[in-house]
């Protein structure tokens, strides 16, 4: 049996990171994972920490400790029971693992506890591993029933003395529980006098939060409070409780009697739970808010700066992250929904979200965009590069500067005369590569050129690729976006110089120019040519190179399965009129193919004979992979387009793409053979070997957008000023955001070998 893993769990450290407590985590040292599983509603992960005995977690949240979990159950259970003058029918919704149902039954008043929650899978983990908390739920007194919390309630108003809500944090569908309608129905459940409890979050992470639902509960029940406890494993070590009566005038802060068997809980804790610090006092009490500004929230001066940003892609959150550090600049995010806006823009300061269409050719919303356009000071178009040249045209129009992360094409050089009549600025190829790759050839070859030196080769290779751990496909390979650009940029020419002679290959022969590609004895890179290669010894003023090759890294084997690909025809975009719905994966095979039957021995003996396998070896490794994706498979192909690559993709979106807790890989590497003025050589390097982050960023989208957030600050600081098309193929361009780059902890390092 394989050990278990979770992705939450690296290096032995549990981390507990989430949106709903941002820039900070909870870590525990985990001795081993003692169940991990994914039931209809949740990932359940149970591991047994160094410190806090056995750990119960619920969508990467920590839910409970044995070290800690009596402070929590206590207070939530014995605020509301112990100021009841009775209470005798209790009903808690959550709470599955039985640590609330245990403290009720310390009130001897009690005779019957309802437990609702929705998922067996909490109940069944819990009685398992957590039995301390959990060995109540067969107490006779006790009803375990798993269904709806809502329906449940809705299906008897007026039977409960005291409800307690045991609660997740207010994501996703737990969001209901912090939501007026979910009030109302406790309000209706209880008995006249009833009490509810219900998980109220912390006083230092969402005290706005707080604020909104003891306005809502004060709009339902006559008497509405918070009170909290402290917890060394929830976040910032505190949490706190909604605690409600139906009874004008109840006294929620006075036990009417004591509760034995306690560790946290006693009169004096009951009492002191309802006294708040000052800062949440102030705000809770008085509307006044008492709390620190620091930062960019530190002035209440409005933005004078308007930057407008078109796409939603995975590259576009860092970068937006990176223009509003700056209290100076107001955003708007603009994708052709407006729901995929509003999600990108989500928790953003200084950011609103609205719907436009920048490839559109329809007249009412190329206005649209103009009119947006031209109400900003600079627009970010992260579209797809054939779109760029729609924004740099309303740009001129609205006199608006533009920063892309794209090559400068064509059809961008077309317009140059009116972008520098328009007097903006269009500064283009300020991404990972091109962009950051830009930075640092530009910075060394400066660097040699001062000393007197000279640049004989230049070889820049850059790959972004799935980490180590997670390329367990046989391309070794994984997609962050649509399978169908990345397929086809296999198709490309290229054009490269080598020993002072031009290079320049097909196509269809560009897996064929592939190489092994040393950087380090960890990983087995090949390398491959990108594009046309030979304008980047003027643009980098490198006369003296005889070799000037950029290209792209790939794992291993890659290059030899796209091959087959290619001459199985799976890269064909031309339309087949015989591929329609319906058909098995085996069927357009045998198609594409020419082979004389769909079986799969035939299928593979064709393939065979297409391929030209170099060894016996290298014949199982492509075909098992062939049957990986499913290609000899009976099952019913999704047809896209009525191509073979677009079927292709609607298949390879589903294998390939990152799973959650996965991360990728950047590795970009400059290697320069350098010639000094006494005859010496050297070889220099600059390499970035960087990792995303599984529950954050990628290390693509990070260095993606990262630089052209600072490029786009630059502008606006009007530090690149020259109107025009610029690209960062100048010290005086490079420098600054370099500068800035390695501030921010990023950018590649250098080594003489």
Not at 478 to 486: D, E, H, I, L, T
Request: hydrophobic residues 40%; negative net charge.
């Amino acid at each position: 049996m394989a050990p278990l893993t979770h992705p939450s769990i690296k290096d032995g450290w549990f981390r507990e990171i989430s949106s709903q407590w941002p820039g900070q985590a909870m870590t525990l040292k985990v001795n081993r994972i003692l169940h991990v599983e994914k039931s209809l509603y949740q990932d359940v992960l149970v591991f047994e920490s160094e410190t806090y005995g056995n750990v119960l977690v619920l969508d990467g949240v920590i839910q409970c400790t044995e070290r800690d979990e009596f402070s929590y159950q206590e207070m939530i259970a014995h605020l509301p029971l112990a100021s009841h003058p009775n209470p005798k029918k209790v009903l808690v919704i959550g709470g599955g693992d039985g640590g609330v149902v245990r403290e009720v039954l310390k009130h001897d008043t009690v005779e019957q506890v309802v437990l609702c929650d929705i998922d067996e899978a909490v109940i069944r983990v819990s009685k398992q591993f957590l039995p301390h908390m959990s060995s109540l739920l067969s107490d006779p007194r006790v009803t375990v029933f798993v269904g709806d919390g809502f329906k449940f309630l809705a299906d008897n108003t007026s039977t409960y003395d005291v409800i307690i809500t045991d609660s997740s944090d207010p994501v996703g569908p737990a969001a209901s529980l912090f939501q007026k309608p979910y009030f109302e129905l406790l309000r209706d459940a209880l008995t006249p006098g009833g009490h509810i409890s219900t998980q109220g979050e912390c006083l230092w992470i969402h005290l706005d939060l707080i604020q909104d639902l003891l306005k809502t509960t004060r709009t339902l029940f006559p008497v509405a409070e918070y009170a909290f406890t402290t917890i060394p494993t929830y976040p910032s070590g505190q949490i706190g409780f909604m605690v409600c009566s139906k009874e004008a005038g109840r006294d929620l802060s006075k036990p009417l009697r004591p509760v034995p068997n306690t560790r946290y809980y006693n009169a004096e804790v009951h009492k002191a739970a309802f006294v708040l610090p000052e800062f949440g006092r102030a705000l809770l009490k008085e509307g006044k808010d008492l709390r620190p500004r620091f930062g960019a929230n530190a002035t209440d001066k409005a933005p004078t700066k308007k930057v407008l940003l078109l796409g939603s892609g995975a590259v576009a959150r860092p970068c937006a992250e990176y223009v509003v550090r700056n209290p100076d600049n107001a955003l708007t995010i603009a994708c052709r929904t407006l729901k995929s806006a509003e999600a990108l823009a989500n928790d953003l300061r200084n950011t609103t979200a609205v719907s436009l269409d920048a490839g559109s050719e329809d007249p009412e919303k190329q206005a649209a965009l103009e009119k947006a356009i031209a109400e900003h000071d600079l627009v970010i178009s992260l579209v797809p590069y054939i779109h760029h040249p729609n924004v740099i045209k309303a740009a001129i129009k609205g006199k608006t500067n533009v920063v892309t992360t794209s090559y400068i094409s064509p059809a961008i050089r077309e317009l140059e005369e009116e972008i520098k009549k328009a007097g903006i600025v269009v500064m283009n190829e300020i991404g990972l590569d091109p962009g950051v790759d830009h930075l640092y050839a530009i910075k060394t070859i400066d660097e040699v050129h001062a000393k007197g030196g000279k640049i004989k080769e230049f070889h820049s290779f850059c790959g972004g690729l799935p980490a180590p751990e997670c390329s367990d496909n046989p391309l070794g390979y994984k997609f962050s976006w649509s399978p169908r650009g990345g397929l086809l940029a296999l198709l490309n020419s290229a054009s490269y110089l080598a020993e002072g002679k031009q290079v320049d290959i097909q196509g269809k022969d560009l897996m064929n120019a592939a190489r092994p590609y040393y950087i380090t004895p960890a990983f087995a890179f090949v390398a491959y040519p990108n594009r046309n290669s030979v304008p980047f010894r003027e643009f980098y003023n490198i006369p003296e190179a005889e070799t000037v090759i950029r290209g792209t890294l790939r794992y291993q084997g890659f290059p030899e399965f796209v091959k087959a690909l290619v001459a199985l025809g799976w890269l064909n975009l031309e339309k087949k009129e015989w591929l329609k719905d319906g058909l098995t994966w085996a069927q357009i095979m045998q198609q594409a193919i020419g082979a004389s039957d769909a079986s799969e021995s035939t299928l593979v003996a064709r393939v065979k004979e297409l391929c030209q396998f170099p060894t016996e070896a290298e014949s199982k490794r492509i075909i098992s992979g062939l049957k990986w994706i499913g290609l000899f498979s009976n099952a019913p192909a999704t047809v896209r387009d009525g191509n073979l690559l677009d079927t292709l993709c609607a298949q390879l979106e589903t294998l390939m793409k990152y799973e959650p807790g996965e991360r990728d890989l950047v590795m970009l590497q400059h290697k320069f053979i350098v010639e000094w003025a006494d005859g010496t050589t050297d070889t220099i390097t600059s390499t970035l070997e960087a990792y995303g982050e599984p529950q954050g960023h990628s290390a693509m989208a990070l260095y993606v957008g990262v630089p052209c957030g600072i490029a786009v600050q630059l502008v606006l600081d009007g530090k690149l000023n020259t109107p025009g098309i610029l690209a960062p193929y100048s010290k005086e361009i490079c420098d600054p955001i370099r500068e800035i780059l390695e501030a921010q902890g990023m950018g590649l390092i250098e080594k003489v070998l």
